[in-house]
C-alpha cells in the first residue's frame, strides 16, 4: 500500500531543487513556535526569520547572518481540520480528485509541525458527524492521519458540511493552538461566519481552497458527461447501481455559452464571498488546483498569515 507521507516527501524534494526548503521551514516556525529567553544555538539565516534574533557580532565574524535559537517554550499542537463528505470526492480543476490534493496539503504542513518538534492532530468528517484523532509526534502518527482523511473521502460519504467540523473544533479545544482548515470552494453563510468568529478568537487560522473543476472539464473538446456530487446518490454516481440520475450533467451543456458564462459568474461571486469573509476576520487564505500548486500555496499562505499577526 502506497504511502501518503512519502509523496508529501517526495514533492518536498522536488521542491527543494527549485528553492530552497529551509525558507518553508522558516516560515512554518515563524507562525507556529512559542519562544523563551534560553539560548540554544546559531544557525543561517533563512528568509522567513526574524531579522530581531540575528546575532550581528556572529554574522561579523562568520561573514554571513547567523540567527539565535531558542528553547520553545512548549511544544504546539497543529490540528488538521478537512472535509471529508461527498464534495471532495469529486475532481478538481486539474482533474484530479480533490482529496489526493487534500491529503498532499495536510502532509506538507503536518511534516513541517513533525520537523519542527510539533504534534499534529485531526479533525474530519461530514454532514453527518466529526471524527478526531489527537496530537502526536513521529512520522508512523502523520502516515495515519492522511490515510484516516483519504480512506474516509468517498462518494458514498454524507453530504459536505464543514460548518460541522469546525463546530467540533470550537466545542472540543480549549487550548490556543494552530489550525490549517482545507476545504473546497466553500459558499459562506451567517452560520459559518459565526463559527469562525468564535475560533479565530481562540485560535491562529491558515485556510486553503482546492479549486472544484471548470465546467468544462479539462479540455474544451471533450464533452464528456458529469456527475453533480453534491446532489449524487449512491445509485446515480458513476459505476453504481441503475437509478434515477438525478446528479447527471450531460456534457453538451458546455456548449452553452450562456451556462459557461452562469457557471462563471456563480463561481466568482463564490470566491468573492468567502475571500471577504476570511479577510474580514483576518484569516489568510491560499488555493490549489492540482497537487502542483499544494508546496507554492502552503508558503504562500504561511507569508500571508505571517503579515496579518
Not at 522567513?48 to 499542537?77: F, N
Not at 447527471?248 to 463564490?270: I, V
Request: glycine share 8%.
Amino acid at each position: 500500500m502506497a504511502s501518503h507521507l512519502q509523496r508529501v516527501k517526495s514533492k518536498l524534494s522536488i521542491f527543494a531543487h527549485r528553492k530552497a526548503r529551509g525558507m518553508l521551514e522558516g516560515q512554518y516556525g515563524s507562525v507556529s513556535s512559542g519562544r523563551s529567553l534560553d539560548f540554544d544555538d546559531l544557525r543561517a539565516y533563512v528568509p522567513g526569520d526574524e531579522v530581531r534574533d540575528i546575532d550581528w557580532k556572529a554574522t561579523a565574524r562568520h561573514g554571513s547572518p547567523l540567527v539565535r535559537r531558542y528553547l520553545a517554550v512548549r511544544r504546539q499542537t497543529l490540528v488538521l481540520v478537512t472535509d471529508t463528505g461527498r464534495n471532495m470526492a469529486a475532481v478538481s480543476r486539474d482533474g484530479e480528485p480533490k482529496k489526493d490534493i487534500a491529503v498532499l496539503a495536510l502532509g506538507v504542513m503536518g511534516y513541517l509541525a513533525h520537523r519542527h518538534g510539533d504534534a499534529v492532530g485531526l479533525v474530519c468528517g461530514d454532514a453527518a458527524g466529526s471524527r478526531a484523532l489527537p496530537g502526536k509526534s513521529g512520522e508512523a502518527h502523520l502516515e495515519r492521519l492522511l490515510r484516516e482523511v483519504h480512506d474516509t473521502t468517498s462518494l458514498d460519504s454524507a453530504p459536505s458540511r464543514l460548518e460541522t467540523q469546525l463546530d467540533y473544533v470550537v466545542r472540543n479545544f480549549s487550548q490556543r493552538t494552530l489550525l490549517l482548515v482545507v476545504a473546497d470552494e466553500l459558499l459562506p453563510d451567517a452560520e459559518t461566519e459565526r463559527v469562525l468568529r468564535r475560533l479565530r478568537a481562540q485560535h491562529e487560522i491558515l485556510w486553503l481552497t482546492v479549486r472544484d473543476a471548470e465546467l468544462l472539464g479539462a479540455r474544451a473538446d471533450c464533452y464528456a458527461d458529469s456527475y453533480d456530487v453534491a446532489g449524487t446518490t449512491a445509485g446515480t454516481r458513476p459505476g453504481g447501481p441503475a437509478g434515477p440520475r438525478s446528479g447527471l450533467l450531460p456534457g453538451g451543456l458546455a456548449e452553452s455559452a450562456a451556462l459557461a458564462a452562469a457557471y462563471a459568474r456563480a463561481r466568482d461571486d463564490r470566491d468573492a464571498a468567502r475571500q471577504t469573509m476570511l479577510r474580514r476576520l483576518g484569516i489568510a487564505e491560499a488555493d490549489a488546483g492540482s497537487s502542483h500548486d499544494v508546496i507554492p500555496a502552503v508558503f504562500t499562505l504561511l507569508a500571508r498569515h505571517r503579515r496579518r499577526r
